[in-house]
């Protein structure tokens, strides 16, 4: 791969086109994956209650959830393909294990909710009710299986595991299915990813609630619907939190650049405190977030940078040196592949292989041209990270006290208040912290992507490395296309929305 035959405007275009669909993609799964618990809930009650204003309430949600779903398929085929058109060299380079869960994706997940999704509308009348609840289940669970295998693939580029680099094919073969689709760091992912979806489906349900209770309409659902969607809510917050732990504690072992990048973190050491913002910080909180522990080593940017020993008397070595390794491991592929093509015996072929397998950790430096690109973009990972976390937990305090409130527990404090009859500017309070779930959900992913810059796979592959060869001028015209269809397609999708919600249920 010869970077400077590589169009570098191109690689900005791809990067910008790619970034563009995986926002808009990212505005369609949450609700998705959060109205599909909410709706699957409440179809539950009507099966064990026979109640049919239940029936009524899941069918409102389940229209709800339909326009959304339809809308986030499109946006997803078109950023899978992405990867072919836009970064064939990355699809190359490991095509044969990041394909893998996507095909699984397409092949089960895809398909299982669609058939049941298929079921769920039209067969209230056709199927019994504990089929017809199985079959809205499934179209729910279809739906987080899709998000497993997705974030299996997005967190092997994170943390890259069971495989191996074929130097004769120019590919990372996999080597062990199972170390790919249950790392540690796809299960944090994954885990975190999910939970902060039913976040996003509580806050909107929550938030159409409040709107008919300012409306002073379909009152019984508003209730109802609001104690499910709070309880949701909470119970999603306080999972998204304790996951976020676990996902923070995977990042400052695999990705450290990425942490020092969220915190500003120039100098590292023990017992470092987590900022608030500049100059107001929590003592010891990022040593305990890191590694569990209150006086734990946690190194800055100059110390990647420059190289430093870890607490187990390990190593790291400074960026120079792994862009020395890695370009020792690029001219030992070319020697190898050039002797191997003039008929080289095994003798002259063995000392370019153990030359290779001894950088190959540090392939990807070698097309690393300066240490300074090694450093992602601080001042984006260091506000998204906090707009993620305070966002966060002003939910929990938001859905704590609307469950309280709809619950009328402690009856001590709410036995004098009427949820249908709080002053407005609370129902829309509730209706702006939908665009402010949003934000926080889409910060979260600015820090995953942009956190691992320069990164496409983690100290494998830089982006330079992995786009297509292509002109900038046909990435350029096709991210105007798409930035006026999704825009299209996102306007339609919130006015069929409105619609519906002023619509309101048929019970």
């Known amino acids: ?74 946006t997803g085929i078109i950023l899978e393909f992405e990867f072919g058109t836009n970064w064939s060299n990355y699809s190359w380079f490991v095509g044969d294990i990041f394909g893998a869960p996507l095909a699984i994706e397409g092949i089960v997940a895809f398909f299982m909710e669609s058939t049941f999704v298929a079921v769920m509308y039209f067969g209230w009348e056709k199927v019994s009710h504990g089929f017809h609840l199985a079959s809205t289940w499934l179209t729910w ?107 923070a504690q995977d990042v400052a072992c695999k990705q450290p650049m990425k942490l020092a990048a969220m915190e500003a973190l120039y100098d590292g050491g023990t017992g470092q405190g987590l900022k608030v913002v500049e100059g107001i910080e929590v003592p010891y909180a990022l040593s305990f977030m890191a590694t569990n522990d209150f006086n734990g080593y946690v190194p800055g940017i100059n110390d990647l940078l420059k190289g430093y020993t870890r607490e187990d008397g390990t190593v790291e070595p400074s960026a120079q040196e792994k862009m020395m390794r890695g370009r020792q491991a690029i001219e030992s592929l070319a020697a190898y592949r050039q002797a191997k093509a003039e008929g080289a015996n095994q003798a002259t072929l063995a000392p370019l292989l153990a030359s290779l397998q001894e950088n190959m950790p540090y392939f990807g430096y070698g097309y690393i041209k300066d240490e300074s690109e090694l450093v992602p973009p601080i001042a984006v990972n260091f506000w998204a990270f906090r707009v993620m976390v305070g966002v966060g937990c002003l939910l929990i305090l938001f859905f704590a006290v609307v469950l309280a409130a709809t619950c009328q527990w402690p009856k001590k404090w709410w036995q004098k208040c009427d949820i249908t009859k709080l002053p407005s500017w609370l129902y829309w309070l509730a209706v702006a912290l939908v665009p402010l779930t949003y934000v926080a959900s889409e910060s979260g992913w600015l820090v995953a992507e942009l956190g691992r810059q320069p990164w496409t796979i983690q100290d494998m592959l830089p982006i330079g490395a992995s786009v297509s060869d292509i002109g900038s001028f046909a990435v350029a015209t096709t991210f105007w296309l798409f930035l006026i269809l999704f825009t299209i397609l996102l306007t339609v999708e919130i006015n069929i929305m409105i619609k519906q919600i002023k619509k309101g249920p048929q019970l």
């Not at 064990?48 to 339909?66: E, I, N, P």
């Not at 299986?145 to 967190?155: E, K, R, T």
């Not at 680099?165 to 249950?182: H, K, Q, W």
């Open 1 to 74: 791969m010869n970077l400077l035959t590589i169009d570098p405007s191109a690689i900005d275009w791809a990067r910008a086109q790619f970034a563009l669909t995986a926002i808009y993609h990212w505005l369609f799964v949450p609700l998705t994956l959060g109205v599909g618990l909410i709706m699957s809930i409440m179809e539950t009650k009507y099966y064990r209650t026979g109640d049919a204003f239940w029936r009524g309430a899941a069918q409102f949600w389940q229209r709800l959830f339909g326009i959304n779903f339809a809308l986030g398929v499109a």
């Open 141 to 247: 669970l279809g739906a987080t299986i899709s998000a497993w295998w997705i974030l299996v693939a997005n967190a092997w580029m994170q943390c890259p595991v069971g495989c191996t680099f074929n130097p004769d094919t120019m590919r990372n073969e996999m080597t062990s299915f199972f170390d790919v689709a249950l790392s540690p760091f796809a299960i944090g992912k994954f885990c975190h990813t999910v939970t902060s979806s039913w976040i996003v489906g509580a806050a909107f349900c929550v938030a159409v609630c409040c709107w008919y209770l300012l409306k002073k309409r379909e009152t019984k659902l508003a209730l109802e619907s609001l104690r499910i969607g709070a309880a949701v809510g909470l119970f999603a917050a306080v999972l998204a939190a304790a996951t976020g732990h676990k996902s």
